[in-house]
């Protein structure tokens, strides 16, 4: 009789262990179909249709002593579209003009005229964009360099760099375009 409630529960334990692990197998299988969408979506994206939101998470500015700081989410974003880049991005920093009292970002403007170039590298896409615009308190338009790096997972650096602000970075991730960002 022993051993038939020993062997009972035996039989149970194999068979819970044999359930638990097809469940992580189950875990493990769907999300590595859940990664291989969201690549391919964010291939579409980057490479073939050139629009993606860039959404910012954290700040950090290129001038030392200034610390990162975690940003407001959806409130801070570059939206990349075919024809046309809107970019809402707080700046902290050093001005290399006398525009510095200003209370607007230069990183905040809209921009029609840029080049857009991207290569994919071991799993990720380095977009590099040059954009001339006119942030409304200055009198001439400002060269902006921009600097993409998207990876697999969703997630961005963006470096901007322009000859009248201190240079810029942004931790974030990737959306699909939209208008009303």
Not at 52 to 65: K, W
Not at 140 to 152: C, G, K, L, Q, R
């Amino acid at each position: 009789m022993k051993k038939i409630v020993l062997l009972a529960l035996l039989c149970s334990l194999i068979g819970t262990t044999a359930m638990a692990q097809t469940k992580a197998e189950k875990r493990k299988i769907q999300k590595t179909e859940q990664l291989a969408l969201q690549s391919q979506q964010l291939e579409q994206m980057v490479l073939q249709e050139h629009k993606f939101t860039f959404v910012a998470e954290i700040a950090y500015s290129q001038m030392p002593g200034l610390n990162s700081r975690q940003l407001a989410s959806k409130e801070y974003f570059m939206a990349i579209g075919a024809d046309k880049i809107s970019c809402a991005l707080p700046f902290y920093g050093r001005s290399y003009t006398s525009n510095s009292l200003n209370r607007i970002s230069p990183l905040s403007f809209e921009s029609k005229s840029f080049i857009y170039q991207v290569k994919q590298n071991d799993g990720k896409y380095l977009v590099q964009i040059k954009a001339k615009a006119t942030v409304d308190y200055e009198l001439t338009p400002i060269d902006y360099n921009i600097s993409i790096e998207v990876f697999d997972n969703g997630t961005a650096v963006v470096n901007i760099n322009s000859s009248k602000y201190s240079n810029m970075m942004f931790f974030g991730h990737i959306v699909p375009f939209s208008d009303e960002i």
